[in-house]
């Protein structure tokens, strides 16, 4: 299946505002409009059960709102809801070792990262050298990102293992929640993703924001 029907359904759902939260949202909120129509930041089609999730941006915020479109028996909306923009990147920080340095000691190819005394702002160095990797920065659930990282980090235990040691390379999480009505959810850890983070010897480090505006009903 392509993602047109499943995008055109989601669209007519920003439309006819079946759904309360539809409703809601869009009273204190707009989506990211392009070419006179909803802008679609992600279609993700990789649920097992056949569920679609389409991400729309919104403006002038960094989290989404998401709508679930049932793809079986046919395709309809099931669920809205917003989605929190999810960051989740493994990151090395050295006083000692350069970027290039840092990139050396895995066989992983890096997302990005800097050298210590570089330009921060104005006239502020960075005090550390920094690599980090983040193989999904697309619009996604904090589980499937953080599956998606391990899975990356996996490939080169070895590598990874040195960047621990020599330079306290751990997972770093940033995540913007809309705060419509103060309850905020949260990331959840199974037991699966807890013992691949153990065998990896990994700490992860979490940056929380509550953004947006409150919901009027």
Not at 125 to 139: G, H, Q, T, V, Y
Not at 185 to 202: A, C
């Amino acid at each position: 299946m392509t993602d047109t029907l499943i995008i055109q359904k989601a669209r007519e759902e920003l439309s006819a505002k079946t759904f309360g939260v539809t409703e809601q949202f869009l009273k204190i909120h707009e989506v990211v409009y392009e070419n006179g129509k909803p802008k679609i930041a992600r279609v993700d089609t990789e649920k097992e059960d056949g569920t679609a999730i389409v991400y729309f941006p919104v403006n002038d915020e960094i989290f989404y709102l998401a709508i679930y479109v049932d793809t079986i028996p046919e395709v309809s909306v099931r669920h809205v809801n917003t989605e929190s923009y999810n960051s989740v990147y493994f990151q090395a920080v050295s006083e000692v070792y350069s970027f290039d340095e840092l990139s050396k000691m895995t066989e992983l190819k890096s997302t990005g990262g800097r050298n210590k005394g570089d330009k921060r702002g104005g006239n502020v160095l960075w005090k550390r050298s920094s690599i980090f990797f983040e193989p999904n920065p697309e619009a996604d659930e904090f589980e499937d990102k953080l599956k998606k990282l391990l899975d990356f980090l996996e490939q080169d235990k070895t590598g990874i293992a040195i960047l621990i040691d020599k330079a306290n390379g751990h997972i770093q999480v940033a995540s913007s929640f809309h705060n419509g009505n103060t309850m905020l959810g949260g990331h959840y850890l199974d037991k699966k993703i807890i013992k691949r983070m153990s065998n990896l010897n990994l700490a992860i480090y979490f940056d929380l924001y509550a953004d947006g505006k409150f919901y009027t009903d």
